[in-house]
Nanobody, 121 residues
C-alpha cells in the first residue's frame, strides 16, 4: 500500500499564507504525478494543482498566481504554498499521488485523509 499524510492546514486571515505538505510512504517504485484537490462544504471536489516527476505543473484558474506547487522527489513529498488567501479558498485539501508500486510493479492511485484550511477574519 501507499499512504499519503498531509500537514500544514489551519486558520489564516484573508491575505495570509499557508504551506501544505504531503508525504508518501509505502511500497513506492515511482510517483508520476502528485497533486492537490480541495472540497468546500456543499461542493464537489475540485483540482487545485498537479505536478509531474519532471516538474511540469498545472493549476486551477482560481489559484493561478497565488498558489505554487512543488515536490521533493527524493522524499516523495509534495508541497502547496498558498498566498493571498481568500475566504473562498476555505476547504478540506486532499493530496493525491499516482505511480508504480515497488513490490508488484502495478499502478497505484492514493489519496490522503485531508487537511482543513479555513480563511477567515
Amino acid at each position: 500500500q501507499v499512504q499519503l499524510v498531509e500537514s500544514g492546514g489551519g486558520l489564516v486571515q484573508p491575505g495570509g499564507s499557508l504551506r501544505l505538505s504531503c508525504a508518501a510512504s509505502g511500497s513506492i517504485f515511482s510517483i508520476d504525478v502528485m497533486g492537490w484537490y480541495r472540497q468546500a462544504p456543499g461542493k464537489e471536489r475540485e483540482l487545485v494543482a498537479t505536478i509531474t516527476s519532471g516538474a511540469s505543473t498545472n493549476y486551477a484558474d482560481s489559484v493561478k498566481g497565488r498558489f505554487t506547487i512543488s515536490r521533493d522527489n527524493a522524499k516523495n513529498t509534495v508541497y502547496l504554498q498558498m498566498s493571498s488567501l481568500k475566504p473562498e479558498d476555505t476547504a478540506v485539501y486532499y493530496c493525491t499521488a499516482v505511480g508504480v508500486r515497488r513490490d508488484s510493479r502495478s499502478n497505484f492511485s492514493s489519496w490522503g485523509q485531508g487537511t482543513q484550511v479555513t480563511v477567515s477574519s
